[in-house]
């Protein structure tokens, strides 16, 4: 349940994602691209297990040298590969980090540009606005090296057991307003919001019960919250963003229906639905359920 609710708030509600589906000529060039993204995107399971197998077995066998997690790929390569090889690889790497560095900052950058600091001065000019795009570029990059001290805190020191945890703490507020923002027309904003705040101070308080685990008494209410498993903590943690959204919604002022034309899958016009099943074939259809079958495979294989 945890992979399936990180899955959707990254793909598709994170910034980096969707600026570039945006980015299609049409519908159905989007989602032909976003079918062949997913594709492509199982190629890394296998990518990512490999490497580690064998340098697990050849740790074993005495070969290779290496005690962090970490370590393992970087031993690997500088044990297997040539020279040469080993500086194209480590080109490749930093490549791919540079380019998913650039759709990170670019994407903070536009959301508070945009989003923020354009409503509240709409009167700015071009000029303004990139100046203060490049300002919040900086201050998300010194953010990111002031953060850099707690992911040693956090799993082990592990970076990507630190990715998934923090990555399972982010996703259920928004993944499950996503959800139910789309599919029902009774969710209001207050809902959203008191979820997508409350949410994030939640994050928040486990983030700091890790960091300061050590320090809890063991057996106490706080130990065993930050002790707990992340993905089973995602699983509770969506649920009660469920409830929160659905709750506060119905105990407030039900949203304008006029507001919603096209936004929910109650409200969308006979128009846009022919548009939307006009857009599509078969071909979208037989891919899209074969990749969530290889998906389903996969999770109960390795469950």
Do not use: H
């Not at 990059?141 to 956090?154: F, S």
């Not at 799993?155 to 307003?177: D, E, K, M, R």
């Not at 969308?268 to 074939?281: F, L, Q, V």
């Amino acid at each position: 349940l945890s992979s399936t609710i990180v899955g959707i708030w990254y793909w598709c509600t994170d910034q980096v994602i969707v600026q570039r589906v945006l980015t299609a000529k049409n519908i159905k060039e989007g989602r032909r691209g976003s079918i062949f993204g997913a594709f492509l995107k199982l190629m890394p399971v296998f990518l990512f297990l490999i490497p580690g197998v064998i340098a697990l077995v050849l740790k074993q066998r005495g070969q290779l040298e290496w005690d962090d997690p970490d370590q393992a790929f970087p031993s690997l390569m500088m044990s297997i590969l040539p020279a040469g090889l080993r500086g194209l690889v480590a080109a490749g790497l930093m490549a791919a980090l540079m380019s998913s560095l650039a759709s990170v900052f670019n994407s903070c950058s536009t959301l508070f540009t945009v989003d923020i600091y354009k409503k509240i001065r709409p009167e700015s000019t071009e000029k303004t606005l990139v100046r203060v795009g490049r300002i919040a570029t900086t201050v998300v990059v010194l953010l990111g090296i002031a953060w850099v001290p707690i992911i040693a805190k956090l799993a082990g020191g592990s970076l990507y057991n630190y990715l998934q945890n923090v990555q399972s703490y982010i996703a259920p507020p928004i993944t499950a307003v996503f959800l139910l923002g789309i599919f029902s027309s009774r969710i209001n904003a207050n809902g959203a919001l008191v979820t997508l705040f409350s949410g994030l101070a939640i994050a928040a308080v486990r983030l700091v019960l890790e960091v300061f685990k050590e320090s809890l008494a063991p057996g106490s209410l706080l130990f065993n919250i930050a002790d707990m498993n992340f993905l089973k903590f995602s699983s509770f943690f969506f649920l009660y963003c469920v409830a929160a959204t659905i709750l506060v919604s119905l105990f407030t002022a039900a949203p304008v229906k006029a507001k919603l034309a096209g936004l929910t899958f109650g409200t969308i016009s006979a128009e846009d639905k022919a548009g939307n099943r006009a857009s599509y074939t078969w071909v979208d259809i037989v891919a899209s359920l074969f990749i969530v079958a290889i998906v389903i495979f996969i999770m109960i294989y390795f469950s």
